[in-house]
Protein backbone atom coordinates (compact mmCIF):
# COMPACT_ATOMS: atom_id res chain seq x y z
CA UNK A 1 0.00 0.00 0.00
CA UNK A 2 2.54 2.73 1.00
CA UNK A 3 4.81 1.34 -1.76
CA UNK A 4 1.92 1.81 -4.30
CA UNK A 5 1.11 5.32 -2.91
CA UNK A 6 5.45 6.48 -3.23
CA UNK A 7 5.37 5.20 -6.45
CA UNK A 8 2.61 7.18 -7.05
CA UNK A 9 4.08 9.97 -5.84
CA UNK A 10 7.20 9.91 -7.42
CA UNK A 11 5.24 9.16 -11.00
CA UNK A 12 3.43 12.40 -10.35
CA UNK A 13 6.83 14.04 -9.40
CA UNK A 14 7.84 13.14 -12.52
CA UNK A 15 5.04 13.99 -14.95
CA UNK A 16 5.47 17.61 -13.14
CA UNK A 17 9.08 17.93 -13.70
CA UNK A 18 9.02 16.57 -17.46
CA UNK A 19 6.25 19.18 -17.92
CA UNK A 20 7.94 22.14 -16.28
CA UNK A 21 11.15 21.55 -18.77
CA UNK A 22 8.59 20.84 -21.57
CA UNK A 23 7.13 24.38 -20.61
CA UNK A 24 10.68 25.93 -19.35
CA UNK A 25 12.27 24.40 -23.29
CA UNK A 26 9.28 25.94 -25.39
CA UNK A 27 9.22 29.10 -23.19
CA UNK A 28 13.20 29.91 -22.83
CA UNK A 29 14.36 33.30 -23.54
CA UNK A 30 15.64 32.90 -27.40
CA UNK A 31 17.42 35.43 -28.08
CA UNK A 32 19.13 36.79 -31.83
CA UNK A 33 22.44 35.63 -32.66
CA UNK A 34 25.34 38.17 -32.01
CA UNK A 35 26.42 37.54 -35.72
CA UNK A 36 22.32 38.92 -36.65
CA UNK A 37 23.47 42.18 -35.08
CA UNK A 38 27.36 42.45 -36.35
CA UNK A 39 26.91 43.92 -39.97
CA UNK A 40 25.02 47.32 -39.53
CA UNK A 41 27.96 49.31 -39.86
CA UNK A 42 28.05 53.06 -38.03
CA UNK A 43 24.55 54.28 -36.82
CA UNK A 44 22.56 57.28 -38.78
CA UNK A 45 22.37 59.22 -35.55
CA UNK A 46 19.69 61.87 -37.24
CA UNK A 47 17.18 58.97 -38.11
CA UNK A 48 18.24 57.50 -34.86
CA UNK A 49 16.11 60.47 -33.38
CA UNK A 50 13.36 59.87 -35.65
CA UNK A 51 12.80 56.39 -34.14
CA UNK A 52 13.81 57.76 -30.79
CA UNK A 53 10.45 60.33 -30.72
CA UNK A 54 8.39 57.69 -32.83
CA UNK A 55 9.16 55.68 -29.92
CA UNK A 56 8.21 57.84 -27.51
CA UNK A 57 10.60 56.64 -25.06
CA UNK A 58 10.64 59.77 -22.96
CA UNK A 59 6.83 59.23 -22.12
CA UNK A 60 8.49 56.60 -19.59
CA UNK A 61 12.24 56.64 -19.11
CA UNK A 62 12.44 60.38 -18.46
CA UNK A 63 12.46 61.38 -14.54
CA UNK A 64 8.81 61.43 -13.93
CA UNK A 65 8.06 65.23 -13.96
CA UNK A 66 10.58 66.37 -15.61
CA UNK A 67 9.97 69.11 -18.18
CA UNK A 68 11.95 70.57 -21.87
CA UNK A 69 15.19 69.14 -22.16
CA UNK A 70 15.39 67.19 -19.11
CA UNK A 71 13.74 64.91 -20.79
CA UNK A 72 16.36 63.73 -22.60
CA UNK A 73 17.92 62.10 -19.91
CA UNK A 74 16.40 59.05 -19.55
CA UNK A 75 16.93 58.31 -15.85
CA UNK A 76 13.92 56.24 -15.44
CA UNK A 77 12.56 56.08 -12.19
CA UNK A 78 7.98 56.76 -13.16
CA UNK A 79 6.10 54.17 -11.29
CA UNK A 80 3.38 52.40 -14.03
CA UNK A 81 0.43 51.08 -12.50
CA UNK A 82 -0.66 47.84 -13.59
CA UNK A 83 -3.39 44.63 -13.35
CA UNK A 84 -0.37 42.95 -12.26
CA UNK A 85 1.57 45.28 -10.09
CA UNK A 86 3.58 48.22 -9.94
CA UNK A 87 6.74 48.67 -12.67
CA UNK A 88 9.63 51.27 -11.91
CA UNK A 89 10.91 52.22 -15.06
CA UNK A 90 14.89 51.34 -15.58
CA UNK A 91 17.58 53.85 -16.05
CA UNK A 92 18.28 53.78 -20.15
CA UNK A 93 20.77 56.22 -20.10
CA UNK A 94 23.73 55.88 -21.46
CA UNK A 95 25.80 55.72 -17.99
CA UNK A 96 28.08 52.61 -17.60
CA UNK A 97 26.95 51.07 -14.26
CA UNK A 98 23.02 52.67 -13.80
CA UNK A 99 22.40 52.98 -17.68
CA UNK A 100 22.76 50.74 -20.75
CA UNK A 101 25.76 52.73 -21.35
CA UNK A 102 27.78 49.46 -21.18
CA UNK A 103 25.69 47.22 -23.36
CA UNK A 104 26.52 45.64 -26.91
CA UNK A 105 24.24 46.58 -29.58
CA UNK A 106 22.94 42.69 -29.38
CA UNK A 107 22.24 43.14 -26.14
CA UNK A 108 20.30 46.81 -27.14
CA UNK A 109 18.49 44.68 -29.93
CA UNK A 110 17.50 41.58 -28.42
CA UNK A 111 15.80 44.16 -25.80
CA UNK A 112 14.14 45.77 -28.06
CA UNK A 113 13.25 43.02 -30.47
CA UNK A 114 13.33 39.84 -28.11
CA UNK A 115 12.12 41.68 -24.69
CA UNK A 116 15.36 39.91 -23.24
CA UNK A 117 17.72 41.46 -20.46
CA UNK A 118 22.09 40.72 -21.64
CA UNK A 119 21.62 38.51 -18.61
CA UNK A 120 19.20 36.47 -20.64
CA UNK A 121 16.34 37.02 -18.76
CA UNK A 122 12.85 37.92 -19.75
CA UNK A 123 11.47 41.49 -19.77
CA UNK A 124 7.95 42.54 -18.76
CA UNK A 125 6.02 43.18 -21.95
CA UNK A 126 5.12 46.86 -19.43
CA UNK A 127 8.25 47.62 -21.91
CA UNK A 128 6.55 47.46 -25.23
CA UNK A 129 8.87 45.35 -27.43
CA UNK A 130 5.47 43.28 -28.22
CA UNK A 131 5.34 46.04 -30.68
CA UNK A 132 8.69 47.19 -31.00
CA UNK A 133 9.86 44.00 -32.17
CA UNK A 134 8.16 45.04 -35.78
CA UNK A 135 11.44 47.67 -35.53
CA UNK A 136 13.56 47.49 -38.26
CA UNK A 137 17.55 45.77 -37.39
CA UNK A 138 18.58 49.48 -39.05
CA UNK A 139 16.37 51.86 -36.63
CA UNK A 140 17.99 50.08 -33.49
CA UNK A 141 20.87 50.60 -34.35
CA UNK A 142 20.56 54.06 -34.65
CA UNK A 143 18.09 54.49 -32.05
CA UNK A 144 21.35 52.97 -30.07
CA UNK A 145 23.58 55.15 -31.72
CA UNK A 146 21.14 58.74 -30.81
CA UNK A 147 20.81 57.41 -27.54
CA UNK A 148 24.54 56.96 -26.77
CA UNK A 149 24.85 60.73 -27.24
CA UNK A 150 22.02 61.46 -24.28
CA UNK A 151 23.42 62.73 -21.02
CA UNK A 152 23.80 60.29 -18.66
CA UNK A 153 22.04 59.37 -15.38
CA UNK A 154 23.55 57.25 -12.27
CA UNK A 155 20.22 57.46 -10.85
CA UNK A 156 18.54 53.75 -9.78
CA UNK A 157 15.00 52.55 -9.99
CA UNK A 158 13.91 50.95 -7.27
CA UNK A 159 12.76 47.20 -7.59
CA UNK A 160 9.17 46.41 -9.08
CA UNK A 161 6.38 45.60 -6.61
CA UNK A 162 4.19 42.54 -8.10
CA UNK A 163 2.98 40.13 -6.19
CA UNK A 164 3.25 36.47 -6.63
CA UNK A 165 2.97 35.17 -9.25
CA UNK A 166 3.60 37.88 -11.38
CA UNK A 167 7.56 38.36 -10.08
CA UNK A 168 8.54 35.08 -11.74
CA UNK A 169 10.39 36.10 -15.02
CA UNK A 170 10.47 32.73 -16.09
CA UNK A 171 6.97 32.82 -16.84
CA UNK A 172 6.90 35.47 -18.90
CA UNK A 173 8.01 32.64 -21.45
CA UNK A 174 4.06 31.68 -21.51
CA UNK A 175 2.89 35.29 -22.11
CA UNK A 176 5.30 35.66 -24.93
CA UNK A 177 4.28 31.93 -26.26
CA UNK A 178 0.60 33.15 -25.92
CA UNK A 179 0.86 36.82 -27.51
CA UNK A 180 4.06 37.35 -28.58
CA UNK A 181 4.92 37.46 -32.88
CA UNK A 182 5.81 40.20 -35.23
CA UNK A 183 3.30 39.26 -37.70
CA UNK A 184 1.73 42.24 -39.19
CA UNK A 185 -1.56 43.11 -37.15
CA UNK A 186 -3.95 43.27 -40.33
CA UNK A 187 -4.25 42.55 -43.49
CA UNK A 188 -3.55 45.59 -46.05
CA UNK A 189 -4.34 45.14 -49.65
CA UNK A 190 -2.36 47.01 -51.94
CA UNK A 191 -0.79 49.27 -49.94
CA UNK A 192 1.60 52.02 -51.32
CA UNK A 193 4.81 52.95 -49.79
CA UNK A 194 3.00 55.65 -47.66
CA UNK A 195 0.75 53.42 -45.75
CA UNK A 196 3.45 50.94 -45.45
CA UNK A 197 5.36 53.73 -43.49
CA UNK A 198 2.25 54.42 -41.88
CA UNK A 199 1.75 50.83 -40.75
CA UNK A 200 5.45 50.40 -39.89
CA UNK A 201 5.25 53.40 -37.27
CA UNK A 202 1.64 52.66 -35.50
CA UNK A 203 2.40 49.09 -35.11
CA UNK A 204 6.15 49.09 -34.36
CA UNK A 205 8.00 52.27 -32.88
CA UNK A 206 4.71 53.79 -32.77
CA UNK A 207 2.92 51.28 -30.15
CA UNK A 208 -0.43 52.33 -30.73
CA UNK A 209 -2.05 49.41 -29.97
CA UNK A 210 -0.47 49.09 -26.46
CA UNK A 211 -3.18 51.95 -25.72
CA UNK A 212 -5.56 51.52 -27.90
CA UNK A 213 -6.19 47.65 -28.39
CA UNK A 214 -8.68 46.14 -25.54
CA UNK A 215 -6.68 43.58 -23.51
CA UNK A 216 -7.85 40.16 -22.11
CA UNK A 217 -7.24 39.24 -18.72
CA UNK A 218 -3.79 37.65 -19.62
CA UNK A 219 -3.04 41.17 -20.91
CA UNK A 220 -2.80 39.92 -24.41
CA UNK A 221 -4.22 41.94 -27.25
CA UNK A 222 -8.07 40.39 -27.93
CA UNK A 223 -8.44 38.99 -31.27
CA UNK A 224 -9.83 41.26 -33.94
CA UNK A 225 -9.99 44.86 -32.25
CA UNK A 226 -7.33 46.45 -33.63
CA UNK A 227 -7.29 49.75 -32.27
CA UNK A 228 -10.68 49.86 -30.90
CA UNK A 229 -9.84 51.64 -27.83
CA UNK A 230 -10.22 50.17 -24.37
CA UNK A 231 -10.21 50.86 -21.02
CA UNK A 232 -8.22 53.61 -19.79
CA UNK A 233 -5.74 52.03 -16.95
CA UNK A 234 -5.32 55.42 -15.66
CA UNK A 235 -9.04 55.03 -14.12
CA UNK A 236 -11.07 57.38 -15.61
CA UNK A 237 -13.20 56.91 -19.35
CA UNK A 238 -11.89 55.25 -22.19
CA UNK A 239 -9.19 55.34 -24.38
CA UNK A 240 -10.84 55.79 -27.57
CA UNK A 241 -11.50 53.69 -31.25
CA UNK A 242 -9.50 55.17 -33.38
CA UNK A 243 -10.43 52.52 -36.64
CA UNK A 244 -12.73 54.82 -38.97
CA UNK A 245 -16.03 53.90 -38.24
CA UNK A 246 -15.91 54.64 -34.63
CA UNK A 247 -17.42 57.34 -33.18
CA UNK A 248 -14.68 59.14 -31.73
CA UNK A 249 -13.03 59.93 -34.95
CA UNK A 250 -15.13 58.81 -37.77
CA UNK A 251 -15.53 62.50 -38.53
CA UNK A 252 -12.22 63.54 -38.76
CA UNK A 253 -10.21 63.63 -42.04
CA UNK A 254 -6.86 62.73 -42.68
CA UNK A 255 -5.80 65.94 -42.41
CA UNK A 256 -7.61 66.25 -39.01
CA UNK A 257 -5.65 63.49 -37.52
CA UNK A 258 -2.33 64.68 -38.88
CA UNK A 259 -3.39 68.42 -37.65
CA UNK A 260 -4.02 66.40 -34.40
CA UNK A 261 -0.61 64.65 -34.27
CA UNK A 262 1.45 67.57 -35.16
CA UNK A 263 -0.35 70.28 -32.54
CA UNK A 264 -2.41 68.43 -30.15
CA UNK A 265 -5.89 70.16 -31.09
CA UNK A 266 -9.10 68.09 -32.48
CA UNK A 267 -11.32 69.40 -34.71
CA UNK A 268 -13.12 71.25 -32.15
CA UNK A 269 -9.79 72.82 -30.50
CA UNK A 270 -9.84 70.36 -27.82
CA UNK A 271 -6.39 69.22 -26.66
CA UNK A 272 -5.07 66.11 -26.50
CA UNK A 273 -5.10 64.82 -22.79
CA UNK A 274 -4.03 62.21 -20.56
CA UNK A 275 -1.40 59.45 -21.88
CA UNK A 276 -1.88 61.10 -25.63
CA UNK A 277 -0.61 64.84 -24.27
CA UNK A 278 3.33 63.27 -24.07
CA UNK A 279 2.75 60.72 -26.87
CA UNK A 280 1.59 63.37 -29.26
CA UNK A 281 4.43 65.74 -27.97
CA UNK A 282 6.80 62.94 -28.76
CA UNK A 283 4.85 62.53 -32.30
CA UNK A 284 5.28 66.41 -32.76
CA UNK A 285 8.97 65.89 -33.50
CA UNK A 286 8.66 63.38 -36.54
CA UNK A 287 8.80 65.00 -40.44
CA UNK A 288 5.08 65.58 -41.40
CA UNK A 289 4.99 63.02 -44.17
CA UNK A 290 5.13 60.56 -41.24
CA UNK A 291 2.77 61.97 -39.65
CA UNK A 292 0.36 61.79 -42.66
CA UNK A 293 1.90 58.36 -43.23
CA UNK A 294 0.33 57.47 -39.78
CA UNK A 295 -3.14 59.35 -40.22
CA UNK A 296 -3.36 56.94 -43.89
CA UNK A 297 -3.07 53.99 -42.18
CA UNK A 298 -5.53 55.18 -39.61
CA UNK A 299 -8.00 55.68 -42.55
CA UNK A 300 -7.01 52.20 -44.07
CA UNK A 301 -7.65 49.61 -40.88
CA UNK A 302 -10.61 47.98 -40.51
CA UNK A 303 -13.55 49.73 -38.77
CA UNK A 304 -14.60 48.09 -35.57
C1 LIG B 1 5.12 52.33 -21.70
C2 LIG B 1 6.37 52.62 -21.03
C3 LIG B 1 7.67 52.40 -21.79
C4 LIG B 1 8.05 52.93 -23.01
C5 LIG B 1 7.24 53.81 -23.94
C6 LIG B 1 9.40 52.50 -23.23
N1 LIG B 1 9.84 51.72 -22.18
FE1 LIG B 1 11.66 50.87 -21.99
N2 LIG B 1 11.00 49.88 -20.33
C7 LIG B 1 9.82 50.10 -19.68
C8 LIG B 1 9.74 49.23 -18.50
C9 LIG B 1 8.58 49.16 -17.51
C10 LIG B 1 10.93 48.47 -18.49
C11 LIG B 1 11.32 47.40 -17.48
C12 LIG B 1 10.96 46.01 -17.98
C13 LIG B 1 11.40 44.91 -17.08
O1 LIG B 1 11.91 45.16 -15.97
O2 LIG B 1 11.26 43.73 -17.46
C14 LIG B 1 11.70 48.91 -19.65
C15 LIG B 1 12.93 48.39 -20.00
C16 LIG B 1 13.72 48.86 -21.05
C17 LIG B 1 15.03 48.35 -21.36
C18 LIG B 1 15.76 47.25 -20.60
C19 LIG B 1 16.49 47.89 -19.46
C20 LIG B 1 17.10 46.94 -18.49
O3 LIG B 1 17.84 47.42 -17.60
O4 LIG B 1 16.85 45.72 -18.56
C21 LIG B 1 15.50 49.09 -22.43
C22 LIG B 1 16.85 48.96 -23.12
C23 LIG B 1 14.47 50.02 -22.78
N3 LIG B 1 13.39 49.86 -21.93
C24 LIG B 1 14.58 50.95 -23.81
C25 LIG B 1 13.50 51.70 -24.27
C26 LIG B 1 13.55 52.52 -25.47
C27 LIG B 1 14.77 52.73 -26.34
C28 LIG B 1 12.30 53.04 -25.63
C29 LIG B 1 11.78 53.90 -26.77
C30 LIG B 1 11.92 53.33 -28.10
C31 LIG B 1 11.49 52.55 -24.53
N4 LIG B 1 12.25 51.76 -23.73
C32 LIG B 1 10.15 52.86 -24.34
C33 LIG B 1 8.83 50.97 -20.07
C34 LIG B 1 8.80 51.65 -21.29
C1 LIG C 1 0.15 55.75 -23.60
C2 LIG C 1 -1.12 55.43 -24.22
C3 LIG C 1 -1.34 55.87 -25.66
C4 LIG C 1 -0.53 55.60 -26.75
C5 LIG C 1 0.78 54.83 -26.79
C6 LIG C 1 -1.19 56.20 -27.88
N1 LIG C 1 -2.34 56.79 -27.50
FE1 LIG C 1 -3.62 57.84 -28.72
N2 LIG C 1 -4.77 58.32 -27.13
C7 LIG C 1 -4.55 57.92 -25.83
C8 LIG C 1 -5.54 58.55 -24.98
C9 LIG C 1 -5.65 58.40 -23.48
C10 LIG C 1 -6.35 59.35 -25.82
C11 LIG C 1 -7.49 60.27 -25.41
C12 LIG C 1 -6.94 61.66 -25.28
C13 LIG C 1 -7.90 62.65 -24.69
O1 LIG C 1 -8.82 62.24 -23.97
O2 LIG C 1 -7.71 63.86 -24.95
C14 LIG C 1 -5.83 59.17 -27.16
C15 LIG C 1 -6.36 59.82 -28.28
C16 LIG C 1 -5.93 59.63 -29.59
C17 LIG C 1 -6.54 60.22 -30.75
C18 LIG C 1 -7.75 61.16 -30.74
C19 LIG C 1 -9.02 60.37 -30.66
C20 LIG C 1 -10.15 61.14 -30.08
O3 LIG C 1 -11.29 60.70 -30.26
O4 LIG C 1 -9.92 62.15 -29.38
C21 LIG C 1 -5.83 59.79 -31.85
C22 LIG C 1 -6.08 60.13 -33.30
C23 LIG C 1 -4.77 58.96 -31.35
N3 LIG C 1 -4.86 58.87 -29.98
C24 LIG C 1 -3.81 58.36 -32.14
C25 LIG C 1 -2.73 57.66 -31.64
C26 LIG C 1 -1.65 57.18 -32.47
C27 LIG C 1 -1.56 57.33 -33.97
C28 LIG C 1 -0.77 56.57 -31.63
C29 LIG C 1 0.57 55.94 -31.97
C30 LIG C 1 1.51 56.74 -32.70
C31 LIG C 1 -1.30 56.68 -30.28
N4 LIG C 1 -2.49 57.34 -30.32
C32 LIG C 1 -0.67 56.15 -29.16
C33 LIG C 1 -3.55 57.08 -25.38
C34 LIG C 1 -2.47 56.63 -26.15
Known sequence: MVRRFIRFVLCLVGIVALGGAAFYFVTAPNPLPESHWANL????????????????????????GSEGDAKLTLSGGLALKSPFGTFHVPNVSPDEKAGIGSWTLAEFGNA???????????????????SYTRMSDKDV???????????????????HQLPFPYDIRLALGGWKLLYFNDAPRI????????????????????????????????????????????????GRGRIPNITPGSKDISSWSEADITNYLETGFTPDFDTAGGSMAEVQRSLAHL??????????????????
Open 112 to 130: MKRGIAPGGQHLYPSFPYG
Open 187 to 234: VLANADDKLKRGRYLVEGPGHCGECHTPRDALGGFEPDMWLAGAPNPE
Open 141 to 159: NDLFGYIKTLPKSDKVAPP
Open 41 to 64: GAPDVKNGETVFWAGGCVGCHAAP
Open 287 to 304: PKSDLEAIAAYLKAVPSR
